[in-house]
């Protein structure tokens, strides 16, 4: 295998190319992916960029300037393309999302990492340290929706799969070496099996103009409360008006400011951090109306969620105490002894039965068989 691959690639922009491309790549064993969006600059935020890497060669797919991307669609869903990732999760969400896609056959460098115990997560640290490739991950905050992409933007892209291939035999030859590859494949096989949108990040149905989603809103009186909603109604009109993420029209930290002082003027606005003269020039008259309208309205109050019973609460425990000390023995993190959504779920559900954990642990038969009685064991004693 060789790392030395053609840089300074054009991005694919035409459906000819792309469907050349497809063919290249349902050609291949093996492929390194990569997306990069611009959450940062855009209310509904898109894929900008997606990278493909072979052990030969490197691609760039430009999604902005092609109409319908459903070629690649086979070489994501097919289970003989093994399709390798650096935190997978995110990606997939994002590619589901606006294309479609369902990915089978994973490979993640970045859980398999935290599998085997690593201290170091991040794609340009590991890179360093088994190749030492330096990549810039500045450039991860770049406005990958600008046209045309410079070239030091489209080489960064194009780095973050070049090595990804080689990566991963590296970690794999490990998980086998430590007898973890059948743990971190059945953690694979759990990502291709989220639902699209299963963490909710950014999107237009996740995104109403909450006002319990902005740190602090829980301390405010329920007429303030009031108030604050409507400034998060007014923020999320703007912003997608504007095409712009909410953080950048007014930040949290502001709204809940003046959802607690209550200014009627101006100048009592222009007191208040983060509110600038240009900010009280953009949103001044149209914060203030929303203050008012938000007074006038009836009071809200925060959701309640119905307090767990003691049983709930003793099994968490003592599965979070268990988890912990088989973490330290195993020398990795808790949440890859058992992740924290199903400790929480079987915490809730308390199976007393090998039959009722092998239901919960359907999709973690590595767990199951490893950990299972001891599981069974602590549930039974909570």
């Known amino acids: 295998m060789t790392l030395d691959k053609t840089s300074n690639l054009p991005p694919i922009q035409s459906a000819d190319e792309l469907n050349r491309l497809a063919y290249t790549l349902r050609g291949a ?70 294309f479609g896609f369902e990915c089978s056959n994973l490979f993640d460098t970045m859980l398999a990492a935290r599998i085997l115990g690593r201290g170091e997560l991040g794609l340009g640290s590991m890179l360093g340290a088994e190749f030492g490739v330096s990549l810039d991950k500045r450039q991860q905050r770049a406005n990958w929706g600008e046209r045309p992409l410079p070239s030091r933007l489209l080489e960064y892209a194009r780095m973050d799969t070049h090595y990804l291939i080689p990566l991963r035999q590296l970690l794999k030859a490990e998980l086998v070496e430590r007898n973890l590859l059948a743990l971190a494949q059945e953690d694979f096989n759990h990502i291709c099996s989220l639902p699209a949108g299963v963490n909710g990040r950014n999107t237009p149905e996740n995104r109403v103009a909450d006002c319990w989603r902005v740190s602090g809103s829980y301390d405010l009186p ?41 200014p009627q003027s101006l100048d009592d606005l222009g007191s208040l951090p983060g509110m600038s003269p240009v900010q009280i020039r953009r949103h001044g008259h149209q914060l203030l109306r929303a203050v008012n309208r938000g007074l006038s309205s009836a009071p809200i109050y925060p959701p309640r969620s119905p307090k767990p019973d003691e049983r709930y609460l003793a099994r968490l425990e003592a599965l979070r105490n268990w988890r912990k000390e088989r973490a330290k023995q195993m020398g990795i ?14 915490a809730e559900s308390g199976p007393l039965s090998y039959a009722e954990l092998a239901q919960a642990l359907n999709d973690y038969p590595w767990r199951l068989e490893h950990f299972g009685s001891e599981i069974l064991k602590l549930i039974s004693a909570s």
């Open 222 to 262: 329920p007429q303030r409360a009031a108030v604050l909603q409507e400034l998060c109604r007014y923020r999320d009109q703007t912003a997608q008006a504007m095409d712009r993420p909410l953080f950048k029209v007014i930040n949290d930290h502001t709204l809940l400011a003046i959802a607690a002082e209550l």
């Open 29 to 98: 064993s093996i492929l390194a992916v990569d997306t990069e969006s611009n959450s940062l600059f855009a209310y509904r935020e898109r894929v900008c960029l997606i990278q493909f890497s072979t052990p030969q060669d490197d691609f760039l797919v430009d999604p902005l300037a092609l109409d319908d991307l459903s070629a690649l669609a086979p070489v994501f869903a097919d289970g003989r393309i093994e399709k390798v990732f650096h935190a997978a999760e995110y990606d997939l969400i994002c590619l589901s999302r606006d």
């Open 333 to 346: 993190t808790s949440d890859v002894v058992l992740p924290r959504d199903m400790m929480f779920s079987l």
